[in-house]
């Protein structure tokens, strides 16, 4: 079981900075690939990022290439999310999510844990 936790959203103005940050519950952090999700209003949840369990490979959709940024931290069982140039379309709730596969899938159904939510709301 791993619980997900995520913070660091906000209001913020276009061309802006932000960095989510997603703190797993457990020792096996490690062996897990994660990802980042968001649904924005009245629209279907979508991929953002993953990343591979050692951090190695990552994976972007095409709305956050250039701009945004994963990461991960083993030792702080801790994932990042790292967006910059922020535009009011990139308003949304952002979930942090657990892949055991590890494969750093960009399919919502791969993914066996997910956090609560963090709102990211960019002004134009």
């Known amino acids: 079981q791993v619980q997900l936790v995520e913070s660091g959203g906000g209001l913020v103005q276009a061309g802006g900075s932000l960095r989510l940050s997603c703190a797993a519950s457990?020792?096996?952090?490690?062996?897990?690939?994660m990802g980042w999700f968001r649904r924005a209003p009245g629209k279907e949840r979508e991929f953002v990022a993953a990343?591979?369990?050692?951090?190695?490979?990552?994976y972007y959709a095409d709305s956050g290439k250039g701009r945004f940024t994963i990461s991960r931290d083993n030792t702080k069982n801790t994932q990042y999310l790292q967006m910059n140039s922020l535009k009011p379309e990139d308003t949304a709730v952002y979930y942090c999510a657990a892949d055991g596969w590890g494969a750093g899938s960009t399919r919502a159904y791969d993914y066996d844990y997910w956090g609560q939510g963090t709102q990211v709301t960019v002004s134009s």
């Open positions: 457990g020792r096996m952090f490690g062996s897990y690939a």
């Open positions: 990343i591979t369990r050692s951090g190695a490979s990552t």
